[in-house]
């Protein structure tokens, strides 16, 4: 009898394989348990919600009666949702690319009853084809292989499992990186970069966010003219590109060509909330409008198109969705053909639109389907009739079947929600992106940590999940509650920013100041994972070193400073060799190198107009990584505001850097040179 186990897990990804004939299992020591039991080999299958290869694998052979049956009889087999066991994918991905060079998802692998792997792949056709072999050989070959060579199996995965275990990270030494490093790693963003289309590399091309806030920090500190170009070029042409919603809003995962034309069509909450922050640093550098632009529609698009009920962001909105005749295409949602949009605008609004959003007869996609982008560079359009035709074909578009949506909550991914919400909302004076902000904190503080401050990674529909967070949870949460505490100028924030941040320097660093993914008490997999490099969002690494630095300078705490610089040590061996997968600790790191700074301002009221301009000019400096406290003189909201008195009864802002403050100014403008130079 098949005993599916999935249907009452919290997991969408999971939730989606409930009702296949394979006799799946969540992972579990019951699974592995039951694997010992029979004597048979475990299938481990890896993927996420939104992941359209995933669905494909999916649909040819797990919802295939008798490839389950295969299965069912000579395998255990374990469906993981990578987002809710990012270490248990982490484990296992580096197994996969060590042994073929290569990884991705859907992760497939196979492993002895004690959860040492011994065979490696990705997705498997249903029939041989490109040189794959298919699902079914490759599980009759496995089959084969642990049944007549079951010693040699065994041999193979011991040995595999010794060697992740001796991997050693070289950290390099504990000391942070100082300008040769930077400049180095600048050197080596300027040799990748491709100037004709912006971005870094060939296809397919990532939105590199993390690399572009170490360039709007690295020219705010040294004024380098290259690394603005770098990122303001970069950000206008995925801003003009297929990879940018040009209807609604947000960004999809990452583009297939170098152009940023054809995007994978999938949105995830990180990249979107890891861009909106580095638009609105991009505009706070520039005054760009279509940084503004951009910041504040893909801000709205967060929240109009994420926020779930409880008053946290779902993790993703899916690549797929129903092309009208019931089939599940990627990209249907999006892509437009001249007909379309003669159907929705009529011939001459048609024919504006199609030339303003480079809609063409062939297509920029499949089957004659263009993506809407801005290619072009000169032109006058009326901006008025501009928006009529969005309108209509936003309105048109949402009639068609939408893309499903994973509804999970991951920790992690709200705290970058919440810091970019947070900071968006402060610059162009939106409040309601800041309540926004706030209400998702508020559920991470009600729902997802517990009485010891410890925090759970995930929840769904109110329910939290029974994964143990891992360090990105920790630093990215705290990072989120540390933007708020200097937006909102409430100290709860940073005192819950604290007791995340106790718990990285408890569990998961240790005696050298290198870190972990998981903390000293989470559940012991065949390696502790352990990754410093950014890669889709920071590594939980850097993350923990960017809160911990900026913790340290709204609090005056020196293990929390010390620690920072000991984790920039990675930083320092890997910049000038990787700076691309490492942009984050090197934007944290030019922080460090600038102070940060810490502004103070204080007021007779928070209502005092003079209070809310230095404010606001303290929220716009552009000085890396420098934190803001703001409160009525006395006060002891935040630590920053101690023994800063008002100056002739009036308004003043206070700025220290390295244990060395600047004379109290009364003056916006001369805070602005301050904290821009």
Not at 96 to 109: E, F, S
Not at 199 to 224: D, I, N, Q, V, Y
Not at 490 to 515: I, P, T
Not at 596 to 608: C, K, Q
Request: hydrophobic residues 40%.
């Amino acid at each position: 009898m098949v005993v599916n186990r999935l249907a009452h897990e919290t997991s969408p990804y999971l939730l989606q394989h409930a009702d296949n004939p394979v006799d799946w299992w969540p992972w579990s020591a019951e699974a592995f348990g039951e694997a010992r039991r029979t004597g048979r080999p475990v299938l481990l299958s890896v993927g996420y919600s939104s992941c359209h290869w995933c669905h494909v694998m999916a649909h040819e052979s797990f919802e295939d009666q008798p490839t389950a049956d295969y299965l069912n009889e000579h395998f255990v087999s374990i469906k993981v949702d990578r987002e809710e066991r990012p270490d248990v994918d982490a484990v296992y991905m580096e197994a996969v690319q060590a042994a073929t060079g290569q990884g991705g998802w859907p992760m497939t692998v196979f492993l002895t009853p004690d959860a040492e792997p011994f065979y490696f792949g990705t997705y498997f056709p249903p029939a041989p084809r490109h040189g794959m072999p298919s699902f079914r050989q490759v599980l009759e070959g496995v089959r084969s292989a642990w049944t007549d060579r079951r010693d040699e199996v065994a041999e193979v995965a011991g040995k595999i499992t010794r060697d992740l275990s001796q991997r050693e990270i070289d950290y390099g030494s504990t000391e942070a990186p100082g300008e040769e490093e930077l400049s180095g790693a600048l050197l080596g963003l300027t040799r990748e970069y491709d100037p004709q289309r912006g971005g870094f590399g060939g296809a397919p091309k990532f939105p590199p966010s993390m690399a572009l806030e170490f360039l709007l920090r690295h020219h705010a500190r040294t004024g380098s003219e290259g690394a603005l170009e770098m990122a303001r070029d970069t950000c206008e042409r995925m801003a003009r590109g297929g990879i940018y919603d040009q209807l609604a809003g947000g960004f999809a995962r990452y583009s297939v060509d170098r152009e940023w034309t054809v995007p994978h069509f999938e949105k995830m909450l990180y990249d979107n909330a890891l861009l909106c922050r580095v638009y609105a640093h991009l505009w706070r550098s520039t005054g760009s409008e279509l940084a503004r632009r951009v910041a504040v529609e893909t801000a709205d698009f967060i929240v109009r198109e994420l926020r779930t009920d409880e008053g946290g962001f779902a993790s993703a909105l899916d690549a797929d969705s129903d092309d009208g005749t019931g089939k599940h295409v990627e990209g249907a949602y999006y892509v437009w053909t001249p007909t379309q949009l003669t159907e929705v605008l009529g011939e001459a609004d048609a024919r504006l639109a199609a030339d303003y959003f480079g809609v063409t007869e062939d297509g920029t996609f499949e089957e004659g389907q263009s993506v809407l982008q801005l290619p072009q560079d000169e032109g006058v359009f009326d901006a008025a009739k501009i928006e009529s035709v969005k309108s209509s074909l936003l309105d048109a578009r949402s009639q068609r079947p939408a893309p499903g949506r994973d509804d999970k909550v991951v920790a992690a991914w709200n705290g970058l929600a919440i810091a970019a919400l947070a900071e968006t909302g402060a610059y162009f004076d939106r409040p309601d992106l800041v309540e926004a902000a706030v209400s998702a904190a508020d559920l991470l503080v009600r729902l997802h940590l517990d009485e010891h401050a410890k925090l759970a990674r995930t929840s769904k529909d109110g329910q939290v999940g029974a994964n143990a967070g891992v360090l990105e949870d920790y630093a990215d949460v705290a990072e989120g509650f540390l933007a708020l505490a200097s937006v909102t100028g409430e100290g709860v924030w940073l005192e819950f920013a604290g007791f995340l941040l106790d718990h990285v320097l408890a569990g998961f660093v240790d005696e050298s100041g290198a870190l972990y993914d998981t903390a000293s008490d989470a559940e012991q997999l065949i390696r502790r994972p352990q990754d410093p490099t950014d890669n889709a969002t920071p590594s939980g690494w850097t993350a923990a070193a960017g809160a911990l630095l900026s913790y340290a300078a709204q609090t005056g705490a020196e293990p929390h400073r010390t620690a920072a610089e000991r984790a920039l040590g990675v930083v320092k061996a890997l910049g000038p060799r990787v700076p691309r997968f490492i942009g984050w600790g090197l934007a944290v790191a030019e922080a460090y190198l600038d102070g940060p700074r810490e502004v103070a301002v204080v007021g007779p009221s928070l209502t005092d107009e003079g209070t809310k301009a230095l404010r606001r000019t303290a929220l716009l400096g552009t000085a890396p990584g420098a934190v803001v406290a703001f409160g009525v003189a006395g006060s002891d909201e935040l630590p920053l505001l101690a023994d800063r008195p008002l100056v002739d009864g009036g308004p003043a802002a206070y700025v220290c850097r390295n244990f060395t403050c600047d004379a109290p100014t009364t003056d916006p403008e001369r805070l602005r040179t301050a904290l821009n130079r």
